[in-house]
């Protein structure tokens, strides 16, 4: 079982950043596939962006070129670095992990309980 905690929510105007982190519980997770989703008010969750643990990292066309994923193995973490932020990147941001599943559908096994971004205009 994993389980995942993220941390480094907050209010930031627009055109700040942020940064993400979700320490993950368990040994393996070295081998786990990891990533992130959101969720707006009144909106679907949406993929935000994903990382394999050979480094490989996938990202949701809406924050291409100002989001950034990364992993540190070992310290069991997975970061998402959150650039010229816009009103439109707040929601609940969830860490997710899996250990066969990538990809841009919520179908990872393990899920954080979320971390509010809120980004004023």
């Known amino acids: 079982q994993v389980q995942l905690v993220e941390s480094g929510g907050g209010l930031v105007q627009a055109g700040g950043s942020l940064r993400l982190s979700c320490t993950a519980s368990?040994?393996?997770?070295?081998?786990?596939?990891m990533g992130w989703f959101r969720q707006a008010p009144g909106k679907e969750r949406e993929f935000v962006a994903a990382?394999?643990?050979?480094?490989?990292?996938y990202y949701a066309d809406s924050v291409k070129g100002r989001f950034t994923i990364s992993r540190d193995n070992a310290k069991n973490t997975v970061y998402l670095q959150m650039n010229s932020l816009k009103p439109e990147d707040t929601a609940v941001y969830y860490c997710?992990?899996?250990?066969?599943?990538?990809?841009?559908?919520?179908?990872?096994?393990?899920w954080g309980q979320g971390t509010q971004v809120t980004v004023s205009s």
């Open positions: 368990g040994r393996t997770f070295r081998s786990y596939a």
């Open positions: 990382t394999r643990w050979t480094s490989t990292t």
């Open positions: 997710v992990g899996d250990q066969r599943y990538i990809g841009f559908s919520d179908e990872y096994d393990y």
